[in-house]
């Protein structure tokens, strides 16, 4: 099992530039969700799925979209980059319902110039 | 929305002494508090968990308690260890459902001297 994978791993945009994130799991996961890491911040929830075609909003989901077609995959696209979406971006899927845990990908480091 | 507050940010202790982080929540309704561990540039790992129809748990050196009625709940580490430093978050979830959605602290950055 590779578990959960993410590229890139690295990623420096200019303001205005779009990319999508992925992220990928083979445990067959239904719950999905992407995370931001900024410094003193904590990890904060952008957007999550308990499935494939379901997605919801999380605590920061400006500037940010989502879709999920399968379970396996759930891309994240920056629309139009921001100086303030440099972050570290953190993938991580679940058994859904609560009490399961969550398993992170390796993250991606976004540098928006 | 449920809130999760952290302290300290930062602790230092001295290898072989006893660390301790504390969280709080905002949500009654929240009944599973996990803790993650992160080393410098890797990605969090779960350390340890707790229910809210159980008071404390324990797994080796780390045990973690909760108080439901003040709504906070605490990761005890003893006979810390140099491979202790990390980054420490807890996080809530009000299990059920279809969702596992998780709530972070901001983190504490344990530092162990050796």
């Known amino acids: 099992n590779a578990g959960v994978t993410q590229t890139p791993k690295f990623q420096v945009l200019k303001t205005g530039q779009s990319m999508t994130l992925q992220c990928a799991q083979d445990?067959?996961?239904?719950?999905m969700s992407w995370y931001r890491q900024d410094p003193g911040m904590g990890l904060r929830l952008i957007h999550y799925?308990?499935?494939?075609?379901?997605?919801d909003q999380g605590e920061v989901p400006n500037g940010y979209n989502v879709s999920r077609s399968t379970t396996e995959d759930f891309p994240l696209r920056l629309l139009s980059a921001a100086p303030s979406q440099t972050s570290v971006y953190f993938c991580?899927?679940?058994?859904?319902?609560?009490?399961?845990?969550?398993?992170f990908g390796p993250g991606t480091r976004l540098t928006v110039l | 929305g449920e809130n999760v507050e952290q302290h300290p940010s930062t602790l230092s202790v001295q290898e072989g002494d006893s660390a301790v982080i504390k969280c709080t929540y905002s949500?009654?309704?929240?009944?599973?508090f996990p803790w993650y561990k992160q080393e410098l540039g890797k990605r969090p790992q779960l350390i340890i968990d707790?229910?809210?129809?159980?008071g404390e748990k324990k797994d080796q050196r780390i045990a973690v308690t909760l108080n439901k009625t003040a709504k906070h709940f605490s990761l005890h580490i003893t006979e810390t260890q140099p491979e202790d430093s990390a980054v420490y978050f807890c996080?809530?979830?009000?299990?059920?459902?279809?969702?596992?959605?998780?709530?972070f602290g901001t983190g504490t950055l344990l530092a162990v001297q050796p």
């Open positions: 707790i229910r809210s129809n159980v």
């Open positions: 996080a809530a979830s009000k299990g059920g459902g279809a969702t596992n959605k998780l709530i």
């Open positions: 991580a899927s679940s058994y859904k319902g609560g009490r399961n845990e969550q398993f």
């Open positions: 949500d009654s309704a929240s009944n599973y």
């Open positions: 445990m067959n996961h239904e719950y």
């Open positions: 799925s308990v499935g494939a075609g379901i997605t």
